[in-house]
C-alpha cells in the first residue's frame, strides 16, 4: 500500500535560516512520482516540485532544493534563507500513474506547519 | 491561463441535510479529482474521473455521495444527507491526460460545515 510519513508536524524557524522538511514513503510500484504541495492559509494547494522516480538527480530551484533517495525513501525539501511569506502547510504526496499515462490519485502526507518568525 | 474554479467557498449545513459542489476545472484538461481534506489531514481522493468517465471511485461514501461529469468538462460532487463528520473542505483538481509530466492543480476548495 501507498503511504506517506511526515513527521514533523510543526517546525519554527527564525527569517534567514534554512529549513528543511522531511518526507518519508513508501510503495510497492517500481515507478511512481513524488510532490511537495504548499498551502498557505487561503487553502489553495499549491504546487511546487515533481520528481518521477527513475530520476534521482537532486537539483536547485531558487531558494528551493530536495534531495531524493530512493535507498532511504525519502524525498526532503529544504527552503534557503526562509522568509516570513513561506509561512504554511508544505505537504508531500505520492502518485502512480493510471492507465500507463494519467496521473493517478495523490497519497498526502499529514503536512507540516512551517512558521517564519520575522 | 485561469486556474480551477470552485464553487461556493463556504457552505454551512444541519446534518440529514443535502449539499453540492461545483467544479471547473482548466480549459484542456482531461482529467479532474475531487479530494476532502479533513482538518490537520492530507487531502485523501474521493474520485478521479477522466473526460466523463470514473477512472477511481474506491474512496467515496457511495451510500450517501455521489458525483458526475456529464460533458467531461465542470463537475459537480453531492452529499446527501449529510453527517457531523462530513465537515471538511473539498478541493477539486484537474491535471493534463496522456502525460505523466504534469502536476495535479488545485482550486481553493469549499468548506463545508455540518452543524
Redesign the interface.
Known amino acids: 500500500a501507498q503511504k ?1 510519513t511526515q513527521a514533523q508536524t510543526e517546525i519554527s524557524v527564525v527569517e534567514k535560516e534554512d529549513v528543511t522538511l522531511d518526507c518519508v514513503y513508501e510503495t510497492r510500484d517500481t515507478t511512481y ?1 513524488l ?1 511537495w ?1 504548499k498551502q498557505p492559509p ?6 511546487l516540485i ?1 520528481r ?1 522516480s527513475f530520476d534521482e538527480q537532486n537539483e536547485i530551484s531558487g531558494r528551493y532544493s530536495w534531495n531524493f533517495q530512493k535507498s532511504t525513501s525519502s524525498f526532503n525539501f529544504t527552503i534557503t534563507a526562509s522568509q516570513v511569506v513561506d509561512s504554511a502547510v508544505y ?1 508531500c ?1 505520492l502518485s502512480e ?3 500507463g ?6 497519497y ?4 507540516t506547519q512551517l512558521t517564519v518568525w520575522p | 491561463e485561469a486556474g480551477v474554479a470552485q464553487s461556493p467557498r463556504y457552505k454551512i449545513i444541519e446534518k440529514r441535510q443535502s449539499v453540492a459542489f461545483w467544479c471547473n476545472p482548466i480549459s484542456g484538461h482531461a482529467t479532474l479529482y475531487w479530494y476532502q481534506q479533513i482538518l490537520g489531514q492530507g487531502p485523501k481522493l474521493l474520485i478521479q474521473f477522466q473526460n466523463n468517465g470514473v477512472v477511481d471511485d474506491s474512496q467515496l461514501p457511495k451510500d450517501r455521495f455521489s458525483a458526475e461529469r456529464l460533458k467531461g468538462v465542470d463537475s459537480t460532487l453531492k452529499i446527501q444527507p449529510a453527517k457531523l463528520e462530513d465537515s471538511a473542505v473539498y478541493l477539486c483538481a484537474s491535471s493534463l491526460e496522456g502525460t505523466l509530466n504534469t502536476e495535479a492543480f488545485f482550486g481553493q476548495g469549499t468548506r463545508l460545515t455540518v452543524v
Open positions: 506517506v512520482y510532490f504541495y487561503s487553502g489553495e494547494l499549491v504546487f515533481r518521477n505537504f504526496a500513474a493510471n492507465r499515462s494519467t496521473l493517478g490519485r495523490l498526502f502526507g499529514r503536512g
